[in-house]
């Protein structure tokens, strides 16, 4: 059983994580350091979970007797089914069966919006008593910190967890539904990024004289095959196979397998990194020797001590140069378009093969690559 002193000092790790305590009560500790205490019981060989409420708002010996009232309703033979549910046992729910299997990026970036926005706000009210004004003055009051796009997105995943609830019994409705207009109009993101041969040209020559060996090589490898930061970030060795680099469909953001052309310069950078990082899991490994890859921040850092602001360049940036350039210069659009795992809207088109237009891929990034060098030796 737990103490109030082992309640109190309990620290948060990586993932979420439960401690037990008895007789069905546990302590579930979130990543933020938030803490609920959790009702888990089986009913009809199933495992439910009810949430009692956070700590240390409902202290251990309170959480206790909630339990105990629980228990005894259910010595009574009545079902726990008609409980309020609070709406982090929904968000757990959900991450649980609805979350399986997504990209690790996209679970990280979901789970932040859970954390830092969605459950300090909701996370211990009971699902029926949250309501559409509620949903929209959480999102209000992100779109005043000037992050529009992320209070859009924390109302989708509001409305995902209220649809889950809804099929699991749980709440009556989805107030997100009522929000249709009530937000900003979502603006078109563009990535910053350099189109300017002559500083295009600038800025090759400061990534070739970097001076450390991991991340002028993922700044590099980033500039050559246009792919998404992500991407390049975790690239495994397994992936690489001869002139291509095989991207699974569980990383890609379209859920696509996705083939990118090496070319002779990628492939020169991959024997650099080969003695490094070729004996572990990824190319681009993180400093901390802590088994993930680098970090987003290693190539943003570093073109930023380059010299070049956030209004000039992102590491995303580099999928645009490429595009902007090619098209400029009468590459076929739909070869382009492939190469940067971009789906047509038209379903059917959508469906494209991974390896449609290879050898015309391959000669484009081959350019790329030349084009660059040789604006790097002027």
């Given at each position: 059983?737990?103490?109030?002193?082992?309640?109190r000092?309990?620290?948060?790790?990586?993932?979420?994580?439960?401690?037990?305590?008895?007789?069905?009560?546990?302590?579930?500790?979130?990543?933020?350091?938030?803490?609920?205490?959790?009702?888990?019981?089986?009913e009809?060989?199933?495992?439910?979970?009810?949430?009692?409420?956070?700590?240390?708002d409902?202290?251990?010996?309170?959480?206790?007797?909630?339990?105990?009232?629980?228990?005894?309703?259910?010595?009574?033979?009545?079902?726990?089914?008609?409980?309020?549910?609070?709406?982090?046992?929904?968000?757990?729910?959900?991450?649980?069966?609805?979350?399986?299997?997504?990209?690790?990026?996209?679970?990280?970036?979901?789970?932040?919006?859970?954390?830092?926005?969605?459950?300090?706000?909701?996370?211990?009210?009971?699902?029926?008593?949250?309501?559409?004004?509620?949903?929209?003055?959480?999102?209000?009051?992100?779109?005043?910190?000037?992050?529009d796009?992320t209070?859009?997105?924390?109302k989708?995943?509001?409305?995902q967890?209220?649809?889950?609830?809804?099929a699991?019994?749980?709440?009556?409705?989805?107030?997100?539904?009522?929000?249709?207009?009530a937000l900003?109009?979502?603006?078109?993101?563009?990535?910053?990024?350099?189109?300017?041969?002559?500083?295009?040209?600038?800025?090759m020559?400061?990534?070739?004289?970097?001076?450390?060996?991991?991340?002028?090589?993922?700044?590099?490898?980033s500039?050559?095959?246009?792919?998404?930061?992500?991407?390049?970030?975790?690239?495994?060795?397994?992936?690489?196979?001869?002139?291509?680099?095989?991207i699974?469909?569980?990383?890609?953001?379209?859920?696509?397998?996705h083939?990118?052309?090496?070319?002779?310069?990628?492939?020169?950078?991959?024997?650099?990194?080969?003695?490094?990082?070729?004996?572990g899991?990824?190319?681009?490994?993180?400093?901390?020797?802590?088994?993930?890859?680098?970090?987003?921040?290693?190539?943003?850092?570093?073109?930023?001590?380059?010299?070049?602001?956030?209004?000039?360049?992102?590491?995303?940036?580099?999928?645009?140069?490429?595009?902007?350039?090619?098209?400029?210069?009468?590459?076929?659009?739909?070869?382009i378009?492939?190469?940067?795992?971009?789906v047509?809207?038209?379903s059917?088109?959508?469906?494209?093969?991974?390896?449609?237009?290879?050898p015309?891929?391959?000669?484009?990034?081959?350019?790329?690559?030349?084009?660059?060098?040789?604006?790097?030796?002027?």
């Amino acid at each position: 059983m737990l103490s109030e002193a082992q309640v109190r000092n309990m620290k948060a790790k990586e993932k979420p994580f439960m401690v037990r305590d008895d007789r069905g009560l546990n302590l579930r500790v979130d990543p933020s350091g938030r803490k609920y205490w959790i009702f888990r019981y089986w009913e009809n060989k199933k495992e439910h979970q009810i949430s009692l409420g956070p700590y240390p708002d409902l202290s251990l010996k309170d959480a206790r007797l909630k339990r105990d009232e629980l228990q005894m309703t259910r010595a009574k033979g009545e079902s726990l089914s008609k409980i309020p549910r609070f709406f982090s046992e929904a968000a757990s729910q959900w991450l649980k069966i609805r979350m399986k299997g997504k990209a690790e990026n996209y679970l990280k970036t979901v789970c932040l919006r859970l954390n830092k926005y969605i459950l300090p706000e909701f996370g211990s009210t009971p699902l029926n008593e949250i309501k559409a004004p509620d949903v929209l003055r959480l999102c209000r009051k992100i779109e005043d910190t000037g992050h529009d796009e992320t209070a859009r997105r924390v109302k989708i995943v509001v409305g995902q967890i209220f649809r889950f609830a809804i099929a699991s019994g749980w709440a009556e409705n989805d107030p997100t539904s009522a929000l249709l207009g009530a937000l900003s109009p979502r603006k078109s993101k563009h990535y910053a990024t350099l189109t300017d041969p002559s500083e295009i040209s600038i800025l090759m020559r400061a990534m070739k004289a970097y001076p450390y060996t991991l991340i002028r090589c993922a700044m590099l490898f980033s500039a050559y095959t246009a792919a998404r930061p992500g991407e390049v970030r975790a690239a495994e060795w397994s992936e690489i196979k001869g002139d291509l680099w095989d991207i699974p469909a569980g990383k890609m953001k379209m859920k696509r397998r996705h083939i990118v052309p090496l070319s002779k310069q990628v492939k020169e950078i991959i024997e650099q990194l080969r003695p490094l990082t070729g004996k572990g899991r990824y190319l681009f490994p993180s400093p901390r020797n802590d088994g993930r890859c680098m970090s987003d921040n290693g190539v943003r850092m570093a073109l930023r001590g380059m010299g070049f602001t956030k209004e000039q360049i992102t590491p995303h940036g580099f999928r645009a140069m490429f595009s902007t350039i090619a098209n400029e210069h009468g590459w076929n659009r739909d070869v382009i378009e492939r190469q940067l795992a971009h789906v047509e809207e038209n379903s059917v088109r959508g469906a494209y093969n991974h390896a449609e237009y290879m050898p015309e891929r391959i000669k484009i990034m081959q350019w790329w690559a030349d084009w660059l060098d040789g604006l790097a030796e002027k």
